[in-house]
T-cell receptor
């Protein structure tokens, strides 16, 4: 079945450590996204990528980094520069063909807790 | 600037009662609109979407939504809720083929 996988489901990190969240999709989508979700704040866009080897900052990119070396993969690194990294992180993908709605498909999420 | 407003943070309805969740958007062009549902600790699942044409759209799990351009609204409805409908619901508008703006969500609780 086609879909998006995120791993791990739960992640614990000590302060000052970098950590990388995995996101893989087999939907053959060009565009991929990372969102951060905090209680009562909905989804906030961290980074997005419309094509391999290219990505753009979203609304809250500070303290995060990404790479897009393969179409299927869009890992997110939460660096020690992120002041409040404890949150639920969601990865999504969509086709970016012209005239298409841009409906996004979501992975199951990773809950990151900083100890 | 584009935006999506969900004015109700939390709604409680009795099982079997009807439901309407409100959504207002701000977008200059013809919008692509979505409703997503999220169960606790899970990703988002698409309930329905509006691109063009008939302003009343049907979705999964018995949900429907009506696009009203004059009111800039896209309210979600269900005639009779089930306990399994308890979740968080997000309205969203696509600003381009590659970006979506989400509302802050409405948490739905079901009273037995």
């Amino acid at each position: 079945d086609g879909g998006i996988t995120q791993s791990p489901k739960y992640l614990f990190r000590k302060e000052g450590q970098n950590v990388t969240l995995s996101c893989e999709q087999n939907l053959n989508h060009d565009a991929m996204y990372w969102y951060r979700q905090d209680p009562g704040q909905g989804l906030r866009l961290i980074y997005y990528s419309q094509i391999v080897n290219d990505f753009q900052k979203g609304d809250i990119a500070e303290g995060y980094s990404v790479s897009r070396e393969k179409k299927e993969s869009f890992p997110l690194t939460v660096t020690s520069a992120q002041k409040n990294p404890t949150a639920f992180y969601l990865c999504a993908s969509s086709t970016s063909l012209p005239g298409v709605s841009g409906e996004q498909f979501f992975g199951p999420g990773t809950r990151l807790t900083v100890l | 600037a584009q935006s999506v407003t969900q004015p109700d943070i939390h709604i409680t309805v009795s099982e079997g009662a009807s439901l309407e969740l409100r959504c207002n958007y701000s977008y200059g062009a013809t919008p692509y609109l979505f409703w997503y549902v999220q169960s606790p600790g899970q990703g988002l699942q698409l309930l329905l979407k509006y691109f063009s044409g008939d302003t009343l759209v049907q979705g999964i799990k018995g949900f429907e939504a009506e696009f009203k351009r004059s009111q800039s609204s896209f309210n979600l409805r269900k005639p009779s809720v089930h306990w399994s409908d308890a979740a968080e619901y997000f309205c969203a508008v696509a600003t381009s083929a590659s970006k979506i703006i989400f509302g802050s969500g409405t948490r739905l609780s079901i009273r037995p």
